[in-house]
């Protein structure tokens, strides 16, 4: 504990108090001092320390002088018409109100003697200042030269400033050269620091210590928010990268890295002293990235489409670094400055919970669980900008740390606001909101999971892997989905007179909705085949069927039916004919299924003779794509359509896939080829 000292009572050379002696002797006392008083210079302020019992606050006020003048820090200068200024209070409430630039203090210490070097130490003095023992300087607080800047610092942390070791026990003049902003100059009437100490060097670097050790100890809330802030971030870009098209996840990822890094800037601003206009400039940036970020959230969150209020929000979460350059460019008062501050936080707080209350009224469950916390937040951080500038006009006292909201707990180490506790619930909000969306997609998932296992088996029966044993043909086929579940189809029938009805199909589309008006298509096909109707007969009833049942889209199909010895009867509805050796059988062609129920197809037929080769494809060999733009194409297709099924569809997909690719090829080779 610093300790205060009173100058000692003088006695005269004889030991005697002055009340002890003669009128007489008195008179004669005195005129002996007045003498000797003559011949030395006046110094007015003058404070005596006998004994060092640890750091001792300097109590007397000092002689304070306005302007600038080198002479000042003399120890012979004469200060005795210098009026008395209190260290630890604003020029504006002692007699210089509004005056700003350089100021000199000046008080002459009697040292105690001591074996230990000796120490100033000294908090907060104008913004900047230099400390002079004896004319000589021995400390800089801030910067002062070249010219002097208004850095950063913790307002109640000593700075130590050590005194020359030989003058130990003796008396010196001391002198501090303070200047300040003419920024802050009008508006520091609540502003006030503590008294300077005197002591050991390492006392008062202990004082140092202990101080700088109070103050982050004070902000134990503001990390234990940055930590929240911190780790619910880190869970909500996991979740992004999971999930990149939800970009909500990276707008909250960044909006609570932000903050936090607001927070680790601030910081650093004062341990390292930084200049205030360029640290003020970019913190004020920072916040308003901060806002952007927090309004893209809930936009996203609430999956609104961007909007008017989207865009006013954005414009007005661009005040901070505006009103900060207004401030350095002396155009706006800081107090005028935090009053246009608050009311546009007010107004953006209002955009949101305009935007929450329109959502939650919907049944958005993300709406209500921010509404409170977000409304709360928003209220108490224009709360505090509105007592931030309370505070600039003199109104209002920060108590540690720069506490500057309601609040809500004064504890003896830290302080607890309104606002950290309206920010610590928006980031509880923000998580529960992640956590109730990450267990819905985890059941999504599972239902889809499931889903796309029925798909599967679905597509089993669109697409079998084993065919019927016919005599006489061999048919081999490839299946290769854009997606895991595709809308092609083919099916081989035996007929039962030793001839094979092969069908194959494009459902427009893809995914599980294609696959399942392929599997319609299937059993209607299954069921008229089982009737013996001739291709196009088929496909003609299977337009109705498809017309009738389905809601939009259509098929493209084609029916061929292979008798036991070579001919073929086809029958098209706008599928890509096949290819006979090589070469494209032309077809005629409709319109493909389902479109209208008015179509009649016709047939085509032909004769296969024995070692010919018969291969029907989808139009997702055709139509693939590559690199460069180009698709695979006709000619393409047709040089390599006497390969086997599966060689032409792995061709087609390491070209491009960009539709499902199906191949069936079917070789003729008759038993009596065989046989010879």
Not at 56 to 78: K, Q
Not at 182 to 211: C, D, K, M, W, Y
Not at 232 to 250: D, H, M, N
Not at 425 to 444: D, H, N, P
Request: hydrophobic letters at 45%; aromatic letters at 10%; glycine letters at 10%.
């Amino acid at each position: 504990m610093a300790r205060t000292v009173d100058s000692p009572v003088s006695v005269d050379p004889t030991g005697r108090h002055p009340a002890q002696l003669s009128p007489v002797r008195r008179v004669f006392v005195l005129t002996q001092l007045l003498a000797v008083a003559s011949l030395l210079p006046l110094h007015a302020q003058f404070f005596a320390v006998s004994q060092l019992g640890g750091p001792l606050t300097i109590s007397a006020p000092w002689r304070f002088h306005t302007g600038d003048n080198p002479d000042w820090a003399s120890p012979t200068f004469d200060d005795s018409q210098w009026p008395l200024l209190g260290m630890n209070r604003s020029w504006n409430v002692q007699g210089f109100s509004g005056y700003s630039g350089y100021g000199w203090y000046r008080i002459r210490l009697q040292l105690p003697a001591s074996k230990d070097p000796l120490a100033l130490g000294i908090a907060q003095v104008g913004n900047s200042a230099e400390i002079y023992a004896d004319g000589k300087l021995i400390g800089v607080m801030g910067r002062m030269r070249p010219t002097p800047d208004w850095l950063n610092s913790f307002p109640e942390t000593f700075t130590v400033i050590p005194l020359p070791p030989t003058l130990g026990g003796g008396t010196i003049e001391v002198a501090i050269r303070a200047w300040q902003s003419p920024l802050v100059a009008p508006s520091l009437a609540a502003f006030s620091a503590p008294l300077p100490v005197l002591g050991t060097e390492q006392a008062i670097r202990a004082l140092h210590n202990l101080s700088l050790n109070q103050d982050l100890l004070a902000r134990l809330p503001d990390w234990f928010l940055d930590l929240v802030a911190l780790v619910i971030g880190q869970i909500s870009f996991g979740l992004f990268f999971l999930r990149p098209r939800a970009t909500e996840y990276a707008w909250a990822g960044l909006y609570l890295f932000a903050h936090a890094l607001m927070s680790g800037f601030e910081l650093c601003r004062r341990v390292y002293q930084l200049p205030m206009n360029g640290s003020a400039l970019t913190s004020a940036s920072m916040s308003a990235g901060e806002t952007i970020c927090w309004l893209f959230l809930i936009w996203g969150f609430m999956r609104s489409k961007a909007d008017w209020l989207l865009g006013a929000g954005i414009l007005l979460a661009l005040h901070p670094p505006i009103l900060t350059l207004l401030a350095i460019g002396g155009l706006m008062t800081i107090p005028r400055v935090y009053v246009v501050g608050a009311l546009l936080a007010l107004c953006i707080g209002l955009l949101v919970f305009a935007r929450l209350v329109h959502e939650a009224g919907k049944g958005n469950r993300d709406a209500q669980i921010f509404l409170v916390p977000f409304l709360l937040h928003s209220v108490m951080d224009a709360v505090g900008l509105a007592l931030f500038a309370l505070y600039w006009l003199g109104l209002y006292r920060f108590g540690k740390a720069d506490t500057f909201g309601l609040v809500l707990y004064r504890g003896p180490y830290f302080t607890v606001t309104w606002a950290q506790l309206g920010y610590l619930l928006s980031c509880l909000a923000i998580g529960a909101v992640l956590v109730r969306r990450f267990t819905r997609s985890a059941e999504q998932e599972q239902r889809l999971a499931a889903e796309m296992e029925s798909a599967r088996q679905v597509q089993a029966q669109l697409v079998p892997s084993e065919f019927p044993n016919l005599s006489g043909f061999h048919i081999e086929a490839a299946y290769l989905p854009a997606s895991e579940v595709g809308g092609d189809f083919y099916q081989v029938l035996d007929q039962g007179d030793g001839s094979v009805l092969i069908v194959i199909g494009d459902v427009c589309g893809k995914g599980l909705k294609a696959a399942m008006t392929g599997v319609l298509a299937i059993g209607a096909i299954r069921a008229l085949a089982s009737q013996g109707f001739d291709p196009g007969w088929l496909l003609t009833r299977l337009n109705r069927e498809i017309a009738r049942s389905q809601n939009g889209g259509f098929i493209t199909c084609i029916c061929a039916r292979v008798d036991r010895d070579g001919a073929i009867t086809l029958a098209n509805a706008g599928h890509p004919s096949p290819y006979r050796n090589g070469e494209e059988i032309q077809l005629k062609s409709s319109l493909p299924l389902g479109i209208t129920p008015d179509v009649e197809y016709a047939e085509t037929r032909v004769r296969l003779a024995p070692g010919d080769c018969l291969t029907f494809l989808s139009d997702g060999v055709v139509e693939a794509r590559g690199d460069g733009g180009g698709v695979f194409g006709f000619d393409r297709t047709r040089e390599i359509s006497r390969q086997a099924a599966q060689a032409i569809a792995t061709a087609a997909q390491q070209f491009g896939q960009e539709d499902d690719i199906t191949v069936l090829t079917l070789s003729f080779t008759p038993l009596d080829v065989v046989t010879a």
